[in-house]
């Protein structure tokens, strides 16, 4: 029985298919999100369905997760990304006891207990500043990809101080930071410091490891080091971090489906 | 519930009884019942009172001081257009400024808190606040309040307590027979009302036999405590029990907090009875508030809730500070899965705390599984 795991993101819809039997993922498919989401979750659903040779028809449970989750009508049941990334990261990574998802709306920390059952969760949802959208900001703001902001912020020779709490005023800061003649490596880099306290804050003060980094924002190397600066603790960059969610619904859908 | 009250206001007031606004559980409705008056609460939950008060308060500050500040300046509650007197009292800094600009253009009476609850000069101070409440309100109503009129108050306010405790306590059984939405629209915003207590009566009686749909049995079962929710700001409370909870008991201020314990109808001072009974709210305000923490065991106990539900407005630093104990109580000692929200009455978060929730009922199923 195959099954699949829709992330339907604010930035990305993700697909992941997996073998109910074997509990092994067999296909992997991302695309932007946009204004119609079902149509664009069912069109990537097909894609990836294709790409790996199962028919409509072989497919058993489907699981949406993501903010989005309870647009996709033609999925089964809807989960929320919580119970997803902690599954999705237990799966590959049973020793994990924290982990920390940044996406492109908000930011979460997990942390687990035997099992990779959640034991509780702190979710940023009231400000950008804790999140892939802050990256993303100043990003286009300097004028380059996301990619490109954090090779950049990798030769900082001594990352800005950014203290605004919120994207808006942060960028403001970054219009004066620039107007004086701070180096824009500096300022990339400080984005990404500033990024990381924020999540060690949500963390708190003892660190329980492994600590597990997924979400989009999770793609940028110089994010994983900051992360690491500012818990003081090592952070493992969770496989194909992008697809932790969708990863983990699809094997809810697994575990929780008939064994016809 | 506002109508039926308002009502009753009205009515009562052409047979020259006197409204007497108050805005917090520390103060005793038994005074005012005594002295004559009808005791409307006043805490506003409408979001839509926030602006105009920010144009006196400031924006950071508490939804439920600014929507009641709001509502005076729109002159829009009509207990308060009616109010002959408004008692108050010293609880948090931002409610005992806010009195500070109601008292500009409302008949004002603030009673001192006292904020250190086992000392006992502190609980002395409070019996001399209610004895100069008690010759404030025989000076503005020109009456005298007799020892047996505040007993005659007493035993109707113990009587509204017992009442509302055994409708509360219906929420005890695994067939809880009505949700936490349907018991907080039983409370009044004035109390002791005849017609009330014969209803909670006969909710008694009805109840017993009814069963939910889904049954209470399917529905996670949510302690939900910290601020209250006055009429209007229920929205937390609604998002629960829309995502498969049920708010088996709520332990805040429009919960049970004020009416687990009763007043001695028979003590020789009854103003210090009072006293005794009011003093001991366990309101955050207090330092140190351990009371709260005990009472929240006991209900815990008593509920066997699965999860619990802080709700804090925002800007409610005290609130939000004893989180860290009441956090700790519920992991470390009840063993309990605890969400804490921080939130006001704009409804912009609403879906964000609605994924909270679900992902906090899915973590107690999961849980549930082992």
Redesign the interface.
Known sequence: MICAGIDAGSRAIKVVLVDGKALRAIGWGVADQGIRQGALARKLLDGVLKKAGVTRRALGRVVATG?GRDALTFADTA?????CHACGVHHDQPSARTVIDIGGQ?SKVLRLED?G?????V?N??CAAGTGRFVEVVAARLGMGLGDLDKLGGRAKRPAAISSMCVVFAETEIIGLLACGEEPANIAAGVQASLATRIAAMVGRNVAGPVIFTGGVALLPGMTKALETALGHPVRVARRPQFTGALGAALLAARDADPT | MVDHCLTYAKAQRKKGRHVVGMTCEYTPRELIFAAGGIPACLCGGDVDMIPAAEEFLPSNLCPLIKSTFGYSVQKENSFLEMAELVIAETTCDGKKKMYELLAETRPMHVLELTQKPDDPDALEHWVLELRKLKAVLERRFKTRITDGKIRDAIALMNRERSLRRRLAALMKSDSAPLTGRELLNMKSIIAGIPADLEQYEKALRVLQGRTLNPPASKRIRVLLIGVPMPHGAERVLDLIEANGGLVVCQENCTGVKPILDDVDERATDPIRALAEKYFHLPCSVMTRNDRRLESLRTLAAEYRPQCVVEVIWQACLTYDVESFYVRKLA?NDLKL??LRIETDYSPS?S??IA??L??LF??VK??GK?
């Not at chain 1, 989960?79 to 119970?83: D, R």
């Not at chain 1, 059952?117 to 969760?121: E, G, S």
């Open positions: 903010y989960i929320t990304e919580i119970t908000d099992g059952k959640v034991r509780d969760f979710m949802d009231r | 992991e899965p605890y978060d879906a964000r994924t909270r679900q992902a899915e973590t999961e849980r082992s």
